[in-house]
């Protein structure tokens, strides 16, 4: 009964609480003070994000503000430009904002989560002083046009989980310290100016699952550490200025299921280890000086929905086994210098002339020439 009675007298104050929450949780004036200096270093005109942004309690209607119940304290900023998001939506016209990130945001010392993407005139630098955020997991300043280096000591940023500076104009090399990130699952740096060479010690990000580098102007060889990176399914490395030969090891990774190397400047032959990979589905190699023959080693395992070898300098028959592949959609062959009657069968009898154009003396069905 005693319990009963505690929990009757209980339940008026849990109502109250989750009608006004702004009771139970409070923002610090430093935490509201940082905020509306984020907010006047910003333009948007358009769709009154920042309409809400008043009053003395940023943890209560604050449009993408949310805090921690626990401490009071601001612990996510999530802004998005895109039509997803639903006050966006709601005005049927996308999301465009200027302006540049305010260093006083690094007075958000309890910021888990900073999302400010796809404004598309977001500009200016990451400010260096973010790296001093112990707490933060993600960070996606994706499709804006963020520019300067990445902070050398990004790799203070022990708990970081996501880091998404994409589509951006982001330049310099890729900071050394990056590697120290070991909870890091998602990277994404693709379409920037980011050059220089992939650090050494890459592999040590063993939680990475996506590493997408692609338009940039990163050079230099692929390391060898990455093929220690157990859970990286994606790899994007397209589009850039690589060099060396390909490593073998590459298809001996455990779950890597795309692989784009295409439009780079790597040689040499392909490994027969990645045409054998089991769990391998794409693989771009186009457009690289790549040579010798095709290794003739799929198998009833070999499962493509893409694959790529175009302009190369590629040697030889057709792999006469990819007939015996559990299924291949999209293959190219073309502007390399094959020979030889192309097969019968799948996934020869499908695909277009288009993909064995431009080689030295290939001959039969989908071609018109004759062997």
């Known amino acids: 009964m005693a319990l009963h009675h505690h929990l009757l007298l209980l339940f008026p104050l849990l109502l109250i609480l989750s009608v006004h929450p702004s009771l139970s949780l409070s923002c610090t004036p430093s935490d509201r003070s940082a905020l509306l200096s984020f907010k006047s270093a910003l ?5 009154g994000v920042f309409s809400t942004w008043t009053g003395p309690n940023c943890c209560s209607g604050w449009y993408g503000v949310s805090c921690d119940p626990t401490v009071g304290r601001v612990a ?5 430009g895109e039509t997803e998001d639903p006050l966006i939506a709601a005005s049927g016209r996308p999301g465009l904002m200027s302006g540049r990130l305010s260093p006083d945001l690094c007075r958000l010392d309890r910021l888990s989560s900073l999302i400010v993407a796809d404004w598309k005139q977001v500009s200016g630098p990451i400010p260096p002083c973010i790296t001093s955020l112990r707490y933060l997991r993600i960070l996606d300043l994706v499709g804006n046009q963020i520019s300067g280096q990445m902070p050398p000591s990004i790799g203070n940023l022990r708990r970081l989980a996501v880091l998404n500076l994409a589509d951006n104009r982001v330049s310099g090399p890729i900071p050394p310290s990056i590697v120290n990130l070991a909870g890091l699952m998602h990277l994404n740096l693709a379409n920037n100016q980011i050059s220089g060479e992939i650090p050494t010690d890459f592999g040590n990000l063993r939680m990475l699952s996506r590493a997408l580098l692609g338009k940039n102007q990163i050079s230099g060889r692929i390391p060898g550490s990455v ?4 859970r990286l399914a994606d790899l994007d490395l397209s589009n850039n200025r690589m060099s060396g030969w390909i490593p073998g090891s590459l298809g001996q990774m455990p779950v890597l ?3 784009y190397l295409d439009n780079n400047g790597f040689s040499g032959r392909i490994p027969d280890s990645l045409l054998k990979s089991p769990g391998l589905s794409i693989l771009n190699l186009s457009t690289n000086k790549l040579d010798g023959p095709i290794p003739d080693v799929f ?3 070999s499962y493509y929905t893409l694959l790529d070898l175009s302009n190369n300098a590629l040697t030889g028959h ?3 086994t990819l007939t015996s592949a559990a299924y291949v959609g999209h293959l190219d062959m073309s502007r390399n210098h094959l020979c030889g009657q192309i097969p019968n069968g799948a996934p020869f009898d499908h695909l277009e002339a288009a993909s064995f154009l431009s080689n030295d003396c290939l001959c039969g069905w989908p071609l018109t020439k004759k062997c």
Do not use: D, N, V, Y
């Open 43 to 47: 333009s948007e005109q358009f769709h």
């Open 76 to 80: 996510g900023i999530s802004l998005r």
């Open 227 to 230: 093929s220690k990176m157990a």
């Open 257 to 259: 299921s795309s692989l």
């Open 299 to 301: 198998g009833p395992r």
């Open 318 to 320: 057709l792999p006469r």
